[in-house]
């Protein structure tokens, strides 16, 4: 993902509010959401170049997602990808936390990256750039390409758009949050983050929906979970065409 907003433990009903984007190029093979043949339990995309993922959730309610931290000088030859962070977590049975502290310990495998691990008791966020594991308390949060709640202005305004949203906030009633993941207007250039990338990338990349030539949102995804059960949606753009998959789980 390269926009994950949440909202956890604000909610009266929904202990998780999250809504994202992935941002990719558009040649990267990719499978949309769905339960893997390989492991029933996981219900997410799927990286096919690299057979990681960037976002899921299991029937029994572990979730986990991840950014990459943008920085065009780091070296990333020989690294580990970092979506194997995701199913990892997805597929095992540490705690968060305990899976938190394993990243930490491993953290120079991979290339820059913030990861979310959580299941329906605590969350966890951790970066191998911050080199923090933070255990979340209840709070709407942002994390783009760099450290979670950088002020860059797609978080900024995509956390004041989701806590406008988070009344009479229900699984039938999500489009004002893809409506919210589509917004396409550029930051000012006065408000751009310097990140190293030329000028013309970072008005790209400033917009919460990005779309160019050979590089953009590929995906947005909402999750509403309670205790008990949690809903899924992810809308994948394919040029003009628009396609949602709806997933509900109990557990």
């Not at 899976?99 to 990256?113: H, I, K, S, V, W």
Request: proline share 6%; glycine share 8%.
């Amino acid at each position: 993902m390269c926009l994950i907003l949440f909202a956890y433990r604000v909610h009266p009903v929904y202990q998780l509010v999250m809504a994202a984007n992935r941002d990719e190029f558009y040649a990267r093979p990719t499978a949309p959401i769905h339960y893997w043949t390989d492991h029933p339990v996981v219900l997410a995309g799927r990286d096919l170049l690299r057979n990681g993922t960037w976002m899921g959730v299991t029937s029994g309610g572990r979730f986990a997602a991840l950014t990459n931290y943008r920085d065009p000088a780091e070296q990333t030859e020989g690294k580990r990808s970092r979506g194997q962070l995701v199913s990892g977590y997805l597929v095992g049975n540490e705690s968060p936390l305990a899976y938190a502290e394993r990243a930490a310990r491993e953290r120079t495998a991979y290339p820059g990256y913030n990861l979310l691990v959580g299941d329906p008791n605590e969350l966890y966020y951790y970066s191998n750039i911050g080199h923090e594991i933070r255990k979340l308390q209840p709070g709407v949060y942002g994390v783009s390409n760099h450290l979670l709640d950088t002020d860059w202005p797609k978080v900024t305004k995509g956390k004041k758009g989701l806590e406008a949203q988070l009344e009479g906030l229900r699984e039938e009633r999500v489009d004002a949050l893809f409506e919210l993941l589509e917004d396409a207007d550029p930051a000012p250039d006065d408000a751009l983050p310097a990140t190293g990338v030329p000028l013309q990338w970072e008005r790209l990349l400033s917009s919460i929906y990005i779309r160019s030539d050979h590089y953009g949102t590929r995906s947005s995804t909402i999750l509403l979970m309670t205790d008990n059960e949690l809903h899924y949606i992810e809308r994948t753009h394919s040029g003009e065409r628009i396609q949602d998959r709806r997933h509900s789980v109990a557990f």
